[in-house]
């Protein structure tokens, strides 16, 4: 049965449609606001698989260029296999506040793929996705405890705005995606132009509030198109054989829990498994049933010392940092570096500056875009203790980059006033919770060592969550252990004067309006104690950019001398940048950039690109070559590509013959600027010089 239902979402209607698509996918839905469209279908397999021990769920978003009517720009005309970073940012915002609504024991292979079909490149797909998948899921017997709303809103001259199309984004002080059920709010996402923290408060529960209508619509397009949902029984856990890990467990338990080193942490834990494994596993066939309840009674047990004996696993207080250690300058040779440590967590960061030619090109539905600034995030599997083969970069690491990116990008300079491209890159080394929000104080610095002129340091902290029955414990700088065991993850970036981009990631059914404000409050506090220590490794930026770091300088010319320096065919332009061994950049507007590593090079280069585009003053002397001779005078270029007429008159101070008495072509001769008409014509005087 085709059905549809139809809410009001900000000033769009957001309409969803069931019945009609995709019919054989456990659940499918077509959700559409203005002329964008997007499918998106649902599938479980029969089969559930308990002993996966995980649920094998995949979310997949695809961006088709057919739905803008483009061709794509690759060489084989398609949308080839490997997803943009936009694609995979969008996957994550999908994946991340559906997965934890799974029923505990559901672990079949599961795939919810998102296609944009039409797109009016002003409603932005991504949340429509996110709505849709949860909608999908929701119709589906898929067993998932939804429906979840998704959506973004805006800050526009002070007002907020639900789902502000793209336009309307360019003018937005705020751009967070926002997910929620109808009880709270399960995930966060996006930036901010350095807000306090109430202000990106009441932005988030705005959206909660706006976004309720897409919570009943998906409830009432279950009620006539939902299919039956699948009974799943939560794994039993045996009693009698947990009661038996404890009591053999909980001696060196308490030691495991309470060691403040991540590698001797976990090489206790090991020991005490293997012993607990050998004096259990008397037949060989329960090790993997006792190794998942022994992690069970150890995240027990960790809560447990939390809330109960306000005891962290390193000792730290709930609001403390771990002690922190930086340096700038760390590397000879980069443009701008530094090394950030903090506690077991450290980040290897790089800023590297280039010309306009090294912006990146994107192809995006809204058309080619070029990225100046670009962070790249690397977490090789040395930094926390493992082997693996080393591939591209994963949905973790673009998720993790583009969230220090968000967060750096409020503080850069206008084009207009650093005129360079920008990319940084963070090597974690070590990691032990939070390496996205090292790379974020890593980059801050290693910017300011390069030079570059941002308008304030930036840091990072993420936040973690404890919440057993009423009791509520929000942990500042979590560790690895701590991100793992506990119920939130809440990364929060920005100056001393407010929020530039944050992230929220929560296990529980949500969290509501006065545990946000307390993270908040809290991490700010953690933000400024960061900002402090960074102040010990550089306090300013440096003055100068890096020697090492090309040279770069700008000349307005008149846009009808573009041609001069260009060439016939790019000739000029391709000669004077290999003779000094620069990059010439010139816009239609006729501004030229110079990039080079050599400042004799910078200067010698800016002269001649002077002298090729000048033009002529007058008043002014200059010393040209006799072009032509005519009757009435001679024609002498005084510039490149620029004559003007020596009248005969004008040749001598005594009555000139013949012009060819007093000049010959091909010679030089001094001349001065008498005129130049409203024509472009410029007459000239040798004998203004002779007086």
Do not use: W
């Not at 490149?121 to 899921?137: I, K, R």
């Not at 050998?278 to 037949?283: A, G, I, N, Y």
């Not at 942990?475 to 701590?482: A, F, N, P, R, V």
């Amino acid at each position: 049965m085709i059905s549809k239902v139809e809410t009001a979402i900000g000033a769009h209607n957001i309409t969803i449609e069931t019945g009609k698509l995709a019919r054989q996918a456990s659940g499918s839905v077509v959700i559409r606001c203005g002329d964008t469209v997007v499918l998106v279908t649902a599938v479980g397999d029969k089969e559930n698989k308990p002993e996966l021990g995980f649920l094998p769920l995949t979310i997949e978003y695809q961006e088709k260029l057919a739905s803008v009517g483009r061709i794509p720009g690759n060489y084989f005309r398609r949308e080839i296999g490997r997803p943009s970073d936009q694609e995979v940012l969008t996957c994550r915002i999908i994946d991340r506040p559906l997965r934890p609504l799974f029923a505990e024991g559901y672990f079949a292979e599961t795939q919810v793929i998102a296609s944009v079909l039409s797109a009016d490149q002003e409603n932005d797909p991504d949340v429509l996705a996110l709505t849709g998948a949860s909608c999908a899921l929701t119709l589906s017997d898929i067993p998932f405890a939804g429906p979840v709303a998704g959506g973004r809103v805006g800050c526009i001259d002070g007002e907020y705005v639900m789902n502000p199309t793209i336009s309307q984004l360019e003018s937005s002080t705020i751009d967070i995606v926002v997910a929620c059920t109808e009880k709270a709010v399960v995930m966060v996402e996006g930036k901010a132009d350095m807000l306090g923290e109430d202000v990106v408060l009441d932005a988030i529960f705005f959206a909660f509030e706006q976004l309720q209508p897409l919570i009943d619509a998906q409830k009432q397009l279950q009620g006539t198109n939902g299919k039956e949902k699948r009974i799943v029984e939560p794994p039993e856990i045996d009693q009698e054989l947990y009661a038996k890990i404890t009591e053999i467990a909980a001696a060196d338990m308490a030691t495991v829990i309470t060691t403040a080193d991540k590698k001797e942490r976990g090489d206790k834990y090991s020991k005490l498994k293997e012993q607990v494994i050998e004096k259990l596993d008397t037949d060989g066939e329960k090790a993997r049933d006792i190794s998942e309840l022994l992690g069970m009674y150890r995240k027990k047990e960790m809560r447990n010392m939390i809330v109960t004996d306000s005891q962290r696993i390193d000792g730290r207080s709930f609001d403390q940092v771990r002690p922190i250690s930086c340096e700038a300058g760390y590397l000879p040779r980069t443009h701008g570096s530094s090394l950030f440590t903090r506690g077991e967590t450290q980040a290897l960061v790089t800023a590297t500056l280039g010309s306009e030619r090294d912006q990146q090109r994107v192809e995006t539905l809204q058309g080619e875009e070029n990225k100046r600034f670009m962070l790249h995030y690397n977490f090789p599997p040395f930094c926390v203790g493992e082997v693996r083969r080393l591939s591209g970069p994963s949905r973790r690491d673009i998720g993790h980059g583009t969230l220090a990116m968000r967060g750096l990008q409020a503080v850069l300079p206008e084009e207009s006033v650093f005129p360079y491209s920008i990319r940084v890159v963070s090597e974690v080394l070590e990691s032990n919770g939070s390496s996205s929000m090292a790379t974020v104080c890593g980059g801050s610095m290693a910017l300011m060592d390069a030079g570059v002129p941002i308008t304030s340091p930036v840091s990072g902290i993420a936040m973690g969550l404890i919440k057993e029955d009423d009791t509520v414990v929000i942990l500042s700088d979590i560790l690895g252990d701590e991100d793992h065991l506990g119920d939130m993850d809440f990364k929060v970036v920005g100056t001393a004067e407010g929020i530039t981009s944050l992230q929220m990631d929560i296990k529980i059914d949500g969290v509501d309006r006065s545990i946000m404000s307390s993270a908040l409050e809290q991490a700010k506090a953690g933000r400024l104690h960061i900002l402090g220590e960074m102040e010990k490794g550089i306090a300013q930026t440096r003055t100068e950019i890096s020697e090492h770091a090309p040279k770069y300088h700008t000349h307005q010319i008149n846009p009808d001398k573009i041609r001069d320096i260009i060439g016939p065919g790019g000739k000029i332009i391709k000669e004077l940048s290999a003779e000094y061994d620069a990059k010439i950049e010139v816009d239609d507007n006729g501004l030229v950039k110079v990039f080079t590593s050599n400042g004799v090079n910078l200067e010698a280069l800016m002269t001649k690109i002077k002298t090729i585009t000048a033009e002529p003053e007058v008043g002014e002397v200059y010393k040209g070559v006799v072009k032509t001779i005519k009757d009435f005078g001679a024609f002498v270029e005084i510039l490149p590509g620029t004559d003007g007429l020596v009248h005969i008159s004008e040749l001598d101070t005594s009555r000139v013959g013949k012009v060819t008495d007093i000049v010959s072509e091909g010679d030089e001769i001094e001349v001065k600027v008498l005129e130049i008409d409203n024509r472009g014509r410029i007459r000239l005087s040798r004998k203004a010089l002779l007086k």
